[in-house]
């Protein structure tokens, strides 16, 4: 089915390792973005792209990276985990624009521990 | 900044009961508004998508109404059922910017 994939679905690691989220979309998307859900905060913005080769900043960047080195993957990095860092991360993707709206994958539960 | 809110953050219902979702935005020059629902433990399912031009959208036993010029969005489900238990988000698009800016959801439980 034609939608986002994230891997992997959990992963606990210990303070100050490092990892990466794999978010890939078959769509023909050109945006995509990554999000962390906490309890009574709601969804907030890590990092988007607006398109192959482009990243940027959103609501709450720091700590993490973002790749975006073909159009249909979206990396997202973690070089230093630290315990405010567990969350549930959602990538999400879009034709440009949202004219469409959001499509979401299925999330990565994170324990930084 | 676009603020989202939504009211009430928990609601309890019988089965079989029609009931209205609220979603309020602060700042009315928006391109979309977008209803999800999340179920425990799972990513977000799109239900609606309501362009700045329209007034309403229906999918179903599911309709969406969007009043820009007050800042408001509906949600409005009719018979409702215990399957319909689950989070539902509600999520603007500003005209401006590239992003989507989210309530923190309304629990919905439908009591058997």
């Known amino acids: 089915n034609a939608g986002v994939t994230q891997t992997p679905k959990f992963r606990v690691l210990k303070t100050g390792q490092s990892m990466t989220l794999l978010c890939a979309q078959d769509?023909?998307?050109?945006?995509m973005y990554w999000y962390r859900q906490d309890p009574g905060m709601g969804l907030r913005l890590i990092h988007y792209s607006v398109g192959e080769g482009t990243t940027a900043k959103g609501e709450v960047p720091d700590g993490y990276n973002v790749s975006r080195l073909k159009k249909q993957n979206f990396l997202l990095g973690l070089e230093s985990a630290a315990p405010s860092q567990t969350s549930v991360y959602f990538c999400?993707?879009?034709?440009?624009?949202?004219?469409?709206?959001?499509?979401f994958g299925s999330g990565t539960r994170l324990t930084v521990v | 900044k676009q603020e989202v809110t939504q009211i009430p953050a928990a609601l309890s219902v019988p089965e079989g009961e029609n009931l209205v979702l609220n979603c309020s935005f602060t700042d009315s020059a928006i391109y979309n508004l977008q209803w999800f629902r999340q179920d425990p433990g799972k990513g977000l399912t799109s239900l609606l998508l309501i362009q700045s031009s329209q007034r309403e959208q229906t999918s179903g036993r599911l309709n969406a109404s969007l009043d820009k010029s007050s800042g408001r969005s509906t949600l409005y489900i009719a018979a409702s059922q215990p399957g319909d238990s689950a989070t539902y988000l509600c999520a603007v698009r500003p005209s401006s910017g590239n992003q989507f800016y989210f309530g923190t959801g309304t629990s919905l439980t439908v009591i058997p």
């Open positions: 999400a993707s879009s034709y440009a624009g949202g004219y469409d709206g959001y499509t």
């Open positions: 769509m023909n998307h050109e945006y």
